[in-house]
Each structure stands twice: as C-alpha cells, then as structure tokens.
C-alpha cells in the first residue's frame, strides 16, 4: 500500500497531515442563499448539506455536477438552490484549496471533476433533480467524471450508482474498499475506478428515453465516455487511431490526460502522444491542462525553429470529443530514476571498484549532457523549470535528453509553478535568474545518481560528509562530480551531530548517542490529546489508523519500550481507551486489534490484550486473510505472546487453532491478497514464521513441514535465482526487487535463520548466504525499518545474535553508522524523515521508532523485538506437578 502524498504535504510544513486540517484554505465555499432548516456539518474536504426529515437512503444514484474552476461559486448557487428546491441533501468541496489539489495533475483520477456530490433518495427524484440542473447550468462546462456518466447532453452533471454511507471493509494489505448493496441485496465493492460500472442486478433507468427536453438520455450520449476508455490504449479489436495516429500503448495516466506510445498509420513511424483533458490538471494560476498542452505545442515548435534537436519535434496537435492531443517524436530512453535503478553498482553486490569508477564516468556524461541541453535552453532564451528525474530519458548509449517541456517559459514570462520537490529551489531562493531553477535541479539530478539524499541534505547539509565517506571507501567520487551535486547543499556552522571519522573511531559509543536522541525526539512528538493521532505518522497510518503496530501509537510505544523509556505521559491510557472504543478495527498484527493487544500485554494491561484478542478472532479477515500484516498468523501470533504473559492455555489452543484453519498451499494465495504478495508482512514467509513460532512453543515440529515448503515457494519467486545475492518482486503485479524487512530478503533471513537454527535443509542453507548479501550493503533510498537501511541493519543484527556470525554484526554496526546520513538535529533530539522523505513522521514502519528499534537491538540485544516468542520457546517446560 502506498499512497499519493499530494494531499499530506499541504497542511503541515514538518509532519504528513491530512489535506482537510489545513488551516489556510483560501477562498471558502459557500451557497449565496441558504433556506430555512438547512444546516451544514464539515466532513473532511467537503461541506454537507442537510435538513431533518431527509435522508435514510444507504445506496442510490449519486449525482455529481463539475464545474470550469473559473466558475465555481456561480455552479455551486445554481446547484444549491436545486437541491435546496428539491429537498435533496448534497456536500461541495468546502475551499478552492481543496478543489485545487483534488483536481491537480497528480491528484486522484477518481476524484477528479467531483465538485459537488447530491443524494436523491430515488428514480424519480433523481430524474427531476438531473433535469433541472441540466436546464439550469446549461452552457456551463466541467471535466468528464470518469467513475460516471453524463445525463443527457449537459456537460457538468453526471450520476452514478453507489453508496450514500460509509460502508468500509478492510483488507489484508491495510487498504480499505467501500461497500454498496447490488440488486440482490448483497454487500459488494463500490468500485470508484476510472469507468462507469453497475453492481450486479442494478440497471440504468437514465440509459434509454426518459422525459423531455435536456433530461433525454441516449446509450449514444454516453459516447464520451466510451471515447474517454478508447483513448486509454489498445482495445480488443486493436488500437484506437484519432486523427491517423494510432494509441499502441499507454504509458502513463493523471488527472491532466494520459500520455502514449502510438505510430502515425502513414509512415509507420513511432511517435509520442500526449493527452489532455479538458477542464482537468488544474494548476496554481488557474490553467487547466489543455491551456497548457496547447501553450508546450507553442514552445516545442518555437524551439524546433531556433534549436533543432534540442526538443522532441512537433508533429501534429488535434482535438478529439474534449480530449485535445500532442504527437511528437518519440525520444528514446528510459527515465533517469529507472536508469539508475539498474545502472548503479551499489545497488547489488559485490561491489568492484572499477566497476564504481565506470558508473561515476557514465554519470558525468549524462549530467553534462543536461547541462549542455540547459545551456542551449537558456541561450535561445528559455528556462526548463522542471529539471527532474521523469523528464531527463537516458539511452542505451547513455545519451541524454530533455523532456516535458510542459513547465518551459520564455525568460520574458513568470517562471511555472510545477516542479518536483527535492528538485526545485527552497522558499526563498531566488528564482527570477533564469539560471538558478534549473541549475538547482541539475544539482539534484547529480546527487541522485550518486544517493538519493536530497531531502534530507536539504535539512542537514552535514549528512553530505557521511554520505561522502561511505561511496569513498568503494571507490573516490570525482571532484566535478560532487561540487555538481553538493553546489547547493553546503555545510555552514558547526556539525550538531559528530562526523564520520568520530563515528568510525567510536561507533557503539556514536550510536548510543543517536538513539538517545532518537528516542528524546520521538518523544517531545507525542501529543496525547491530538484530535487524528498520538505520533506523528504516514499517508497509510491515516488511511488504516494511527493505533496500529506499522503506522500508529502501538508501534511507537513498542520501540520505546525497548528503548527502556516510558510512555509518555496519557498516551498509554488514550492508546487503551481508543482501542476499546474502535468500532472497525482490523484484526491483524501490524495492521490493528493483534498488534495492539501485544503491545497493551507487554505493559501490563493483559485485560485488555484479551478483548481485543477475542474481537480479533472473530473478525472475518482472520479467516479471509492469512498474513501476519493483517490476517491469520499476526493473530496466532499474538495469541502466543498473551499465552505467554499470562500461562493460559486457551491462547495457546486458540493459536493452535488458527493454523489448522488455513487451507492447503494450493488453495493459499486467495487468501494472501489480490496480487500475490511475497515477504514477510504479505507473504508466506510471514505465514512460515508463525509455523516455526508454533513449533518452538508447542514442541510440535510437524508445522516446520509446512513451513519450510512456504519458504521454498517465497524461494521459488526470486528475482533472479542463480544471481550471487537474492531479492525478490514485491507481488505479482509489482516487479520492484526488494531486500527489506517488509517484502523482500531482510524477511527472508528473519525467517530463514530461524528455521537453520532447529533443522538441516539444503535449499534454505544455500539461499542464507546470498539472502543476507544485499543487506550488507548501507544504501538505500529510505532510513526506515520496514522499506530502508534500518530493517536490513536489523536483519543482520538478529543473524548475529542468533548464529554468533561476527561478520553479521560488523556489518550491522557499519548500517548504524551509515544512519548517519539520513538523520536530522532538531532542539528535541534527532528525526527522521518518514516514507518518501517529504516529511517527518514517528511510526514503526518508515519513521523514527523503526530506526530507534533497529539501534536499541543492536545495541542491546533481547530476544523479540520484532514481535516474535522465542524467550517464550526458550522457557524450560513446567514440571508436572
């Protein structure tokens, strides 16, 4: 599960908030005339409308009415004042911020075009309501809905059928899809995609004639949205062909349009399509993506004109229903960050020096190669303005370009306001040179290739030396190539946190420092009485809860715990209280009720820890769902930690009782997710270790069976089997190679080393070996536990204490240290930026608790720290009396 963080990075300068607690929104929407008896209530980005008596109704036709953002207050009284006349209760986006960042270009397709959202109670109701609005807004326009359909030919309402209330079910990976009732009565997915879909026995009623004048609805005035699916790629009578370009393969889809890999039917030649959508891609100013596809055309045959070669060519610009159009040549490469993902030596091991020194010349003719487009750019008079890694292609002969010129301006014009952050210069930085926007980015550009630290050298500019040291002992970093990439980054004062040669001469001593800190940090963030969490947390921690083990308080606590500091002060008691109190907590280990239960059993509230116990057992996923993340085996897990807190029996039956429940292997995956996840959160390696944990509490060794053959097929899934080190593909539909704790190698010797430690098997010996190679390596994109370089240096650590393996804990110890260049002073102690380095956060997952954890294990070693039994295993049996 990973979220857009868009809509996080608004509200808050320093911590991931939700998009609605923003207290700036700007202009605030509100009807011009409101009757009697209605009221308003906010509901996160939108403002309801309702009067008593009303409502009632659980599922319905939804009318939704868009609008041009240049005509938002005019729609919305036109709409008011008929739903008001038609006693229809209804909600609009509350602020013209929250409209701006649901309509952005990369904010939710789904979601896009929803301006207000109306809830007639039936057919008929439905059917007036649609028709007056159409007679009332005609000649307005707003982006096509693409979840709904358009009734008759206006241009703004749309309706389709869904759920009037909030009907959410969870699932195993912590994502939660929301419920409608089908014709049958039955609970199914309300499916909010990207196309009109009817649950099952349900019908059209607005479909065929109905009424008169603008409310006449046709299957054919449906055809936008057949032309808005066409134009998403091949169908199944071949591609779509507009204007004699045919679509051959989507690359890339946003609220702004999609962008495709097409061939101009005439000469065969292969070309690039880029789409817009009218009135969709809103941007700060106002402009929507059409404006803009039009005002790149413009730019892109001026440059062809004065630079040939510099730009991708123009080759045509059309309109199709609304959809307007861009072909030009298709630039051959792939994106510098897939580049990378490949090219980088320190990416996979083993690590040759010359091998290091290569790498470095390739990237300095890249980076020079951008320089010199830039240059060239600057020279005929335009700035790029979006220097990134998504708009830099890199060929197979390493050669660069330029692309997206969707953010270039003449010098004569205000610069744009599009830019990827980490890329485009801080607030404050002058920017009026035409030089600086792009030269920054350029300077972001370099030290990507080299680590991609940029947010955090931003924060801490000391993080540089670190970073230094560590590609140094591998091989020397050219000099030209790291003042590129440090040019805007330089250290100034005095370090507040000791350098790499003091880490090196006293490492254990540095990182008892550093998880002092740590820990003081993470504790001046609680805040008991804070209205969404207690610890700052992710996108995923307000989308599941911020109770949970992976994203909430539990989590935190653990790690302090382990740190030996107290909880702070009420957040405990309110951890309790909320947890008791949640209605919809999921049942899983990482992901709700399980986790929580551990955590509550392991200070002391054992009441508490079997409710919630009991509620997670008899939640369904605990029988839809067999992870350890948020099914079946965090479940059992958890059953043997509170059978070992308190000696009762039952939790110990109950454990046993979970695992005989789950189906044979060849009917095991349903129950793992729609795609098939590997690790240890999703995977069957998570399943295999709740086997072995059974195995080792129970004496019962006849689960490793089953266990070993799980391991076997997570082994079966490596990317690349023979390779000298094995990672795996997060799912099935994801092909990412991992070697972290959550989904991929660190999982695996968390496991694996536990199941060499009570029987011999050939395959795992083998495997271990190249399983713990990629976690010696201190470079990842991200600190954190589960995704980044502290679940790796974790893995190691536990290898150690486990085995005795030395070479393990050195290299633990050297992941400690490499911490360094990710962490960040602050007057409480030391934070750490959380998943995706846009922000702060305090969870287990990403943020500083797994980094805490990670040091605490490393430091001082006790068994369990990653929710395991083996002290309970350890136990000497009871003495029969």
Sequence with gaps: MRKNPSGYIVADPEFYAPLETCTDQGELFRPARIPDGWRSRPSGLWTVWHRDGLGGVEDGWKVHVSARPDRLARVLDTTARVCFAHAVPFKHLASRLFHLCTHYPHGSRAQNGKFIAAYPPDVPTARGLMERLSEELDGEEGPFILTDRRFGTSRTVHYRYGAFVHRPRTRGDGTSVSLVRDGHGRLVEDRRGVEFHLPEGITDPFVTHQGSGSGRQTAAADGGNARAAASEGAGADGPSVFNGFAFEEAIRFSNAGGTYRGRETSTGRTVFVKEARAHCGVLEDGSTAPENLRREWE???????????????????????????????????????????????????????????????????????????????????????????????????????????????????????????????????????????????????????????????????????????ELSRYAPVPKPLWDRATRYDRPRGTAELPGPDEVALEPERHLADLRDGVADALVAMADADHATRMFPTVMEGYALNTLCVAYGAAGVLHALRRAGRPAPDGVLERLRKDALAAANLPPGLYAGAAGIARVLADHGMLTEAVDLLGRADRHPLTRECATLFGGAAGVAMAHLAVHGHTGDPRHLDRALAIAAELPPDALLRPLLGPDDATGLLHGRCGIALMLQQLAAVTGDTSHLARGLRLLHAELDRACDPDAPTLTFPVSASDSRRMAYLSCGSAGMVHTVTRYLSVLDDDRLAEALPRLLAPLRLPFTVMPGLYQGLAGRGFALAEHAALTGDQESRRDAVRIGRALFKYVIPHPTGVRVLGDQSLRYSAELFSGSAGVLLFLSDLLDPEPDALFTVDALAARPAPTPA
């Design 299 to 469: 730019t892109l045959r001026r440059l062809h004109a004065l630079a040939p070669g510099l730009a991708p060519e123009p080759l045509d610009v059309f309109q199709v229903w609304e959809h307007h159009f861009m072909v030009t040549e298709l630039v051959p490469g792939v994106p510098l960050s897939r580049w990378l993902n490949t090219a980088h030596p320190l990416l996979s091991p083993p690590v040759h020096r010359e091998e290091l020194r290569r790498y470095y010349q390739r990237c300095l003719r890249i980076i020079s190669a951008v320089e010199r487009a830039i240059e060239r750019l600057h020279a005929v008079g335009y700035r790029f303005g979006d220097v990134s890694p998504g708009n830099v292609l890199v060929d197979e002969d390493d050669q660069a370009r330029l692309v997206d010129f969707g953010a270039a301006r003449s010098v004569d014009e205000p610069p744009s306001s599009v830019g990827t952050p980490g890329y485009t210069p801080p607030p404050g930085m002058a920017v009026d040179d035409p030089a600086v926007k792009d030269d920054y980015g350029v300077s972001a550009l370099t030290h990507l290739l080299l680590g991609p630290l940029r947010h955090e050298a931003r924060r801490n500019p000391h993080v540089l030396a670190h970073q230094h040291h």
